[in-house]
Antibody, heavy 123, light 108 residues
């Protein structure tokens, strides 16, 4: 079945770095754009980043632009999120999600979500 | 990238209908027919319920429907059931993606 499994979360000090991974299975990973979405404790959803199916273009929320980098390895069916210069406000559950339609050039909808990985930024 | 505006909470009794609004601007909700709605139960990942303003993905009950007028989109749930109690988020394309703040639906 279609599945996304995130990993790499943990506790990190302010200013530190972390790399999240998302292993995809059950669908043709290289045909779909992918998203990262986060949810701070007790808060709503916040879209973080999107990468096109072929990795040719990337889109970021203003809150993470210049600090986070989304990437993918289609040969490994894996999505990544490199997070640098982490701040307390980056503390959240981070979900990876598959876009709904194949071959989209721009971010649209998320129809398959992982269970999330928790990132805590604290000294 | 300002969040879309949703009511913090709505409630209804079983069998009733409720509507959740989602207000944006001409740069997001009003500018594109790329509005979606997600349902999230506590401790679970979100689930896509509506896309392209009013379309339902396969497997989503036809009790859920979406619409849009100007800069405001709406999600209507008819024949409320206890399992509908959850948080609901709207989302719109805006050269990126923006979510609403979320609405907690309570089934009385």
């Amino acid at each position: 079945q279609v599945q996304l499994v995130e990993s790499g979360g943990g506790v990190v000090q302010p200013g530190g770095s972390l790399r999240l991974s998302c292993a995809a299975s059950g669908f043709t990973f290289s045909s779909y754009g992918m998203h990262w979405v986060r949810q701070a404790p007790g808060k709503g959803l916040e879209w973080v980043a999107f990468i096109r199916y072929d990795g040719s273009n990337k889109y970021y929320a203003d809150s993470v632009k210049g600090r986070f980098t989304i990437s993918r390895d289609n040969s490994k069916n894996t999505l990544y999120l490199q997070m640098n210069s982490l701040r307390a406000e980056d503390t959240a559950v981070y979900y990876c999600a598959k876009d709904f339609l194949e071959w989209l050039l721009y971010p649209r909808y998320m129809d398959v979500w992982g269970k999330g990985t928790t990132v805590t930024v604290s000294s | 990238q300002s969040a879309l505006t949703q009511p913090a909470s709505v409630s209804g009794s079983p069998g009733q209908s409720i509507t959740i609004s989602c207000t944006g601007t001409s740069s997001d909700v009003g500018g594109y027919n790329y509005v979606s709605w997600y349902q999230q139960h506590p401790g679970k990942a979100p689930k896509l319920m509506i896309y392209d303003v009013s379309n339902r993905p396969s497997g989503v009950s036809n009790r859920f429907s979406g619409s849009k007028s100007g800069n405001t989109a709406s999600l209507t749930i008819s024949g409320l059931q206890a399992e509908d109690e959850a948080d609901y988020y709207c989302s719109s394309y805006t050269s990126s993606v923006v979510f609403g703040g979320g609405t907690k639906l309570t089934v009385l």
